[in-house]
């Protein structure tokens, strides 16, 4: 990424890095292309059908921009697409009629496709607040999404609450993994309301890595899910659930003690002989118990002081102090800040999605995750520069945290058809 052009030592983004650029470089068709192919959507140019990688890239611009009608979005961004090789110029922009049946030839698993083939950890060794100490820092969250009210997606996601009192629209659920540092998306879960949290993480927790420091707050405990995200070699740091029982094996210098996870199926006096073989300093068999270190501290909330209980397989203080491992929980609410980016800067305040059939929600859904992510991709670059790892400069990048999301979004929208660079 060009440096210096507006600004001593601000990073600037070049015109093809900006509008479609952005999601063209982020998701390259050959990416989309491949998607395709594994979900059987073959390319077909008959009666004016748009192939299936226009129709991706088509859709995840309806998601940046949300508030215009389908046909308006066609017309705005056909005129930077043959510059990527995504276009004819000599075709004509599609209508919304057009737009819409080109997405149900598409379906709902290409752009799922396309996000496992692009999502990754996009923060580099100097990216600012991406990392504690050798660790990746992540987070495991979820939100909501409100879908138009038709009987097609009332009956696939549900509405949240009960006949009495029901939300207004259906509501689907998007279980994420996040990026601490950059808030980009790298793994998701897409389902009905009435599924919940800690059952849609289940098939995210074994894909987390080993050099990742995974933040979880204490709605996402099991001890089964634990042990998921464990045997991945990650390290995990995880708000307790207040009912979960944690028997002191021995203090710690730092004053952290460590205690042992149990699988609740085991009972009586084998459970106690896992306790006293943790106790004695012997690694139990992770099928049946995880020996943890446990970090208690309390915050200020409204009704005086709030205890929060952290467990965390990293048993050595030496390797995280308790104060780190705090410090590196209050990060979770960076999952937080990309649930809000996506649900109310992309999408908008208080707006439903497009989709009203099932199939092109998840469809939406996953172009919104990818818009997500090719923005967050191009704030993080921006923040650390075009070398991917270079020697520390004397004065350090700014934190990715510092550029603005909504700032970021305005220019893409406004720049639609790749004129100008700007500053970040």
């Not at 098939?203 to 995974?214: C, K, N, Y």
């Not at 003690?257 to 139990?284: H, N, T």
Request: proline share 7%; charged share 25%.
């Amino acid at each position: 990424m060009d440096q210096g052009a507006v600004g001593a030592g601000r990073p600037v983004a070049r015109p093809d890095q900006v509008s479609l650029g952005v999601l063209v470089a982020a998701v390259p068709r050959f990416k989309v292309d491949e998607a395709a192919e594994v979900c059987g959507v073959v390319e077909r140019r008959r009666g004016g059908e748009l192939p299936p990688h226009v129709t991706a890239y088509l859709t995840m611009a309806l998601c940046l921009f949300a508030d215009d009608e389908a046909e308006e979005v066609a017309q705005k961004v056909t005129g930077s697409l043959p510059g990527f090789g995504i276009w004819d110029a000599a075709w004509e922009p599609p209508t919304s009629s057009g737009i819409t049946q080109a997405r149900k030839r598409l379906g709902r698993d290409v752009l799922r496709e396309t996000f496992y083939r692009v999502a990754e950890p996009t923060a580099v060794t100097k990216t600012r607040g991406a990392w504690l100490r050798q660790w990746r820092l992540t987070a495991i969250a979820g939100f909501d999404l409100d879908l138009p009210d038709t009987a097609e997606n009332a009956a696939e996601f549900g509405y949240a609450g009960n006949d009495r009192s029901r939300s207004a629209f259906p509501k689907a659920r998007v279980v994420a993994v996040v990026e601490c540092g950059s808030h980009a998306f790298m793994d998701a879960e897409v389902g009905p309301w009435n599924r919940s949290e800690k059952a849609m993480a289940a098939s995210l927790l074994i894909s987390i890595s080993s050099d990742w420091l995974l933040l979880a707050d204490r709605g996402f405990y099991s001890f089964a899910a634990f042990s998921a995200a464990a045997m991945t070699g990650a390290a995990l740091c995880w708000r307790a659930p207040t009912e979960l029982l944690l028997p002191v094996l021995k203090v710690l210098p730092d004053g952290t003690y460590l205690s042992a996870l149990v699988d609740p199926a085991i009972r009586g006096r084998e459970r106690e002989e896992l306790f006293d073989e943790a106790r004695s300093g012997a690694k139990p068999d992770p099928a049946a118990a995880h020996v943890v270190r446990v970090v208690e501290y309390d915050v200020p909330d409204r009704d005086g002081r709030e205890l929060v209980c952290l467990i965390t397989n990293i048993t050595d203080p030496d390797a995280l102090t308790a104060g780190e491992l705090a410090g590196a929980y209050q990060q979770r609410w960076e999952e937080e800040t990309a649930n809000g980016q996506l649900k109310s800067v992309l999408r908008g305040p208080g707006k439903v999605l497009r989709s009203k059939s099932p199939d092109l929600v998840h469809q939406e859904i996953w172009a919104y995750l990818l818009v997500h992510y090719a923005i967050s991709s191009l704030i993080c670059q921006a923040a650390t520069g075009a070398d991917p790892d270079p020697d520390p400069d004397p004065d350090p990048d700014p934190d990715p945290d510092r550029i603005s999301f909504l700032g970021a979004v305005n220019i893409v929208r406004r720049t639609a058809t790749g004129t100008a660079a700007f500053p970040l």
